[in-house]
């Protein structure tokens, strides 16, 4: 089973300012990588998919990057709708297509 | 529109049976592999299992093979996910998520709003 562990826990960012969040592998998964967004009380929401595509309708200001192990997720621009927490998945390898703890993003 | 809607809240007790649904509107759905993800209260998402309502084919994670079963009617377009005997552990948010592609390796596009179980005695 690939475990995915995300990095860091916890991470406080300015409004305006730059979030960077990470996510690694245990074991290459290409680029067979998804982030979701999970804002209070709603369901999760796809935001990039194949490690750097973006969903349909998701901000230019997302972006992703990586393959094999390493992968990021960058904010460019923190806003306050942005507030939630983020996970990773992998879907190389099943079952599971297992997904990382999570990074929780709050404005510092 | 592409929608996964599903059933309501459910308050169980242990050892009780459950059988909750998926049903999915606007696109063919026996085509697409339909998922499911627990999240407990507080906690992370967690891959369950997956079913292709074509033929059928299920996969489940490790961690839940034996403990739920899935299923589908494509004559209604729904998915399930049921329980024999509920235990207090099974208290959680459930979500069932569609691939966005026709491959069986693919991101969960388009979620439904979420099932809560609860269980306690």
């Given at each position: 089973e690939i475990v995915m562990t995300q990095s860091p826990?916890?991470?406080?960012?300015?409004?305006?300012?730059?979030?960077?969040?990470?996510?690694?592998?245990?074991?290459?998964?290409?680029?067979?990588?998804a982030w979701f967004q999970q804002r209070p009380g709603q369901a999760p929401r796809l935001l990039m998919y194949d490690a750097s595509t973006r969903a349909t309708g998701i901000p230019a200001r997302f972006s992703g990057s990586g393959s094999g192990t390493e992968f990021t997720l960058t904010i460019s621009r923190l806003q306050s709708e942005?507030?939630?927490?983020?996970?990773?998945?992998?879907?190389n390898d099943w079952p599971p297509y297992s997904f990382g703890q999570g990074t929780k993003l709050e404005i510092k | 529109?592409?929608?996964?809607?599903?059933?309501?809240?459910a308050v169980k007790k242990p050892g009780e049976s459950l059988k909750i649904s998926c049903?999915?509107?606007?696109?063919?759905?026996?085509?697409?592999?339909?998922?499911?993800?627990?999240?407990?209260?507080?906690?992370?998402?967690?891959?369950?299992?997956?079913?292709?309502?074509g033929d059928g084919d299920t996969r489940y994670s490790p961690s839940f093979q034996g403990q739920v079963t899935m299923s589908a009617d494509t004559s209604?377009?729904?998915?399930?996910?049921?329980?024999?005997?509920?235990?207090?552990?099974?208290t959680a948010m459930y979500y069932c998520a569609r691939h966005m592609g026709l491959s069986r390796r693919g991101a969960f596009e388009i979620w439904g709003q979420g099932t809560m179980?609860?269980?306690?005695s």
């Open positions: 826990a916890t991470l406080s960012v300015s409004l305006g300012e730059k979030a960077t969040l990470s996510c690694r592998a245990s074991q290459n998964v290409a680029s067979d990588l942005d507030i939630a927490v983020y996970y990773c998945q992998q879907y | 529109e592409v929608q996964l809607v599903q059933s309501g809240a049903k999915a509107s606007g696109y063919d759905f026996p085509i697409y592999w339909i998922g499911w993800v627990r999240q407990m209260p507080g906690k992370g998402l967690e891959w369950m299992g997956i079913i292709y309502p209604i377009s729904t998915a399930y996910l049921q329980w024999s005997s509920l235990k207090a552990s099974d179980v609860s269980v306690s």
